[in-house]
């Protein structure tokens, strides 16, 4: 399974876009990238997911360069209410060694300012 | 529609006890995994059940077990509880094996005295 790497912890501010990057550099071909939101005491939500070039939804994006060893999520104009954990995951969706189970790793910690 | 429910909420037992969490899935959701969230080791991976049978399995003692049953509600037992089980326990549920947009329950928090 990919090992994953992303910054334990950032700071933004109310407004502001932030991007957080993670770094998957044995990502295998099957694989895709999937990012999670967790509150404290809540189960994990997924956000959005991407194999290549770029996704975008109702709530985020998702920036994946040609290599796919980095993805990028990024949050328009964040608010208070997205502080949480921001799990990058990468998995192989259609089977294999994961089948049916994510391995998550530490996280970010995301805390917006007022 | 319902999300996924998992229950009790919360949970306090002894050293030595055992304990059933139960978990529903969203409904025509066919595959359900279990998570343990701790402090230390974050989330980690318990085991995943697809009808009714267990497909996958991650590095946890013996003393946690699960099953699933025809209606793919499943269970999760801990036997002779230790106080490191002390951990939020997390169900997710997916439409069909494989697919990695899983819906998470609220979590069961077990406390373990």
């Known amino acids: 399974l990919a090992k994953t790497t992303q910054p334990i912890s950032m700071d933004s501010y109310e407004g502001q876009e932030v991007n957080i990057t993670c770094s998957h550099n044995?990502?295998?071909?099957?694989?895709?990238i999937t990012w999670y939101q967790q509150f404290p005491s809540q189960g994990p939500r997924f956000i959005i997911q991407g194999y290549k070039t770029k996704v975008t939804n109702e709530v985020a994006s998702l920036f994946i360069p040609a290599d796919r060893k980095s993805s990028t999520l990024s949050l328009p104009r964040v608010s208070l209410s997205d502080t949480a954990v921001y799990y990058c995951?990468?998995?192989?969706?259609?089977?294999?060694?994961?089948?049916?189970?994510?391995?998550f790793g530490q996280g970010t910690i995301l805390t917006v300012h007022p | 529609k319902a999300g996924v429910t998992q229950t009790p909420r919360y949970l306090i037992k002894t050293r030595g006890q055992q304990v059933t969490l139960s978990c529903s899935p969203i409904s025509g959701h066919r595959s359900v995994s279990w998570y343990q969230q701790t402090p230390g080791q974050g989330l980690q991976f318990l085991f995943e059940y697809f009808s009714e049978t267990q497909r996958n399995k991650g590095n946890f003692p013996g003393r946690f077990s699960g099953r699933q049953f025809s209606n793919s509600r499943s269970e999760m037992n801990v036997s002779t509880l230790e106080l490191g089980d002390s951990a939020l326990y997390l169900c997710a549920s997916s439409l069909e094996r494989g697919g990695t947009e899983a819906f998470f329950g609220q979590g069961t928090r077990l406390t373990v005295v």
């Open positions: 044995n990502i295998a071909t099957n694989d895709y």
């Open positions: 995951l990468v998995g192989d969706i259609g089977g294999g060694t994961s089948y049916g189970k994510l391995t």
